[in-house]
Nanobody, 126 residues
Framework: VQLVESGGGLVQPGGSLKLSCAVSGLPSNNYVMAWFRQTPGKEREGVSC???????SVTDSLKGRFTASRDNAKNTLYLEMNSLKPDDTAIYYC?????????????????????WGQGTQVTVSS
């Protein structure tokens, strides 16, 4: 199983960025996906997740600015980030939980997800 993130980089405050996560090798077609982020010394924080049907959840503090989406035909997860702030600087991780048939996803518990990407750095700075 491979999850490969891309699209990170340096962006100015107020700018936008779109991350991608290409998924391959999952044993099941029923899987939910999510984005988490982490900064040094802090726990991994849920950002947004999306179910197989496309139902999304966004952590309350990021609603209106961040949202995840997926293209099942391309086995790709996306994270659209707008109005970026310096506090959004972090490593962003893509995650997947396979063999999951419920139309719901979780952001509170990273351990819910059993596959992870290597992360991509997002830096918001002028």
């Amino acid at each position: 199983v491979q999850l490969v993130e891309s699209g990170g980089g340096l962006v100015q405050p107020g700018g936008s960025l779109k991350l991608s996560c290409a998924v391959s090798g999952l044993p099941s077609n029923n899987y939910v996906m999510a984005w988490f982020r982490q900064t040094p010394g802090k726990e991994r924080e849920g950002v947004s997740c999306v179910t197989q049907s496309g139902k999304t959840s966004v952590t309350d503090s990021l609603k209106g600015r961040f949202t995840a989406s997926r293209d099942n035909a391309k086995n790709t997860l996306y994270l659209e980030m707008n109005s970026l702030k310096p506090d959004d600087t972090a490593i962003y991780y893509c995650a997947a939980r396979d063999n999951w048939v419920l139309d719901a996803c979780l952001l509170e518990d990273p351990d819910f997800y059993n596959f992870w990407g290597q992360g991509t750095q997002v830096t918001v700075s002028s």
